[in-house]
């Protein structure tokens, strides 16, 4: 299932919406809500959270949307709110460590979600989650914010699935505690890539230091595959790797079915996805787990071109 990697408020300004129906999407894998803030001027209030989010669901007529929660901090710094300049940003202060730290901000935008949906669906996901105490404190903020809705007769999503992204590695290796308690997971592969290997992204002189087409990478991500299929929590994969059509190549081959992307990346994925031979990829790719090389993104091509897959 290829879904769109939406950029917040702008998408809605125009008819993108009906753009990613005729590129194909089935769902908004990823709408990243920080983008209304970085826009406005001031905090954006209740009733303007409130109003984007609907619209969000309106337009989307059905399709599912996950919503991620603010990802602010890092480099995502916004005038009106007070954050200290910090040595290393995407190690820093962001995304649910900034929620958690103010929680009256989370609870706001939770309550804003849950106002919008109007007894409708909702998914809810939580970035930069690196241990299980933090997705079971921000899941605890969902439950009481739905209580508060119920109290004043406010209808409760008809179903409500919350999730979050894993990011961080630390994270890989208490999988099985997280999946007992999140409804999905998403596999943020830019954050997790770049902490993995130590080496960020937005630095040109070590960004092209590792390749996420490489043993180590695969690895990881296969053992995240491997936990989430055997507890039967859906999982997908968002960031560059998905966009790509080599790149996705490797992901169906570790059994990874749904993937979020930029709609311009939706037809050449879906293609790709179309003519591949999943069993086959799989037998081929399984072997290169175990190189020692520092990447194996020739051997993958290779393989995707004998599968006459396209690329």
């Known amino acids: 299932a290829e879904q769109a ?16 129906k005729e590129a194909g999407a089935e769902g908004i894998g990823l709408f990243r809500t920080e983008f209304q803030f970085m826009v406005a001027e001031e905090l954006p209030r209740f009733n303007a959270q409130t109003d984007l989010y609907r619209r969000v669901l309106d337009a989307s007529d059905g399709l599912p949307v996950t919503f991620r929660t603010l990802d602010l901090g890092g480099d995502k710094i916004l005038p009106y709110m ?48 690196a241990n299980v105490d933090e997705f079971r404190e921000a899941r605890a903020y969902v439950d009481q914010e739905v209580a508060w809705a119920q109290r004043r007769g406010r209808p409760a999503p008809e179903r409500l699935d919350v999730g979050a992204m894993v990011e961080a590695p630390s994270l890989i290796w208490h999988l099985d505690a997280l999946l007992r308690l999140a409804d999905f997971v998403s596999v943020g592969t830019n954050d997790l890539m770049q902490y993995l290997f130590a080496a960020d992204r937005q630095n040109p002189r070590v960004a092209d230091r590792y390749d996420p087409l490489s043993p180590p990478a695969l690895r990881v991500l296969k053992t995240i595959q491997e936990a989430c299929a055997n507890s039967g929590t859906p999982v997908s994969v968002c960031g560059e790797m998905a966009g790509r059509p080599l790149e996705a190549f490797a992901l169906i081959a570790l059994g990874f079915d749904r993937l979020s992307m930029p709609p311009a990346g939706i037809g050449p994925v879906k293609r790709m996805v179309l003519g591949c031979d999943r069993e086959a990829a799989r037998r081929g790719v399984q072997p290169l787990l175990e190189r020692s090389a520092g990447s194996v993104r020739g051997e993958i091509e290779t393989l995707a071109r004998k599968l006459y897959v396209s690329l």
């Open 5 to 20: 990697d939406a950029l917040g408020p702008r998408l809605f300004q125009e008819l993108e919406v009906e753009i990613l």
């Open 82 to 129: 007070e954050a200290e300049r910090e040595d290393n940003p995407a190690l820093g202060w962001r995304a649910i460590r900034m929620g958690l730290d103010r929680p009256a901000l989370l609870r706001l935008q939770l309550r804003a979600l849950i106002a919008a949906a109007a007894g409708r669906p909702l998914r809810i996901m939580f970035p930069m989650i």
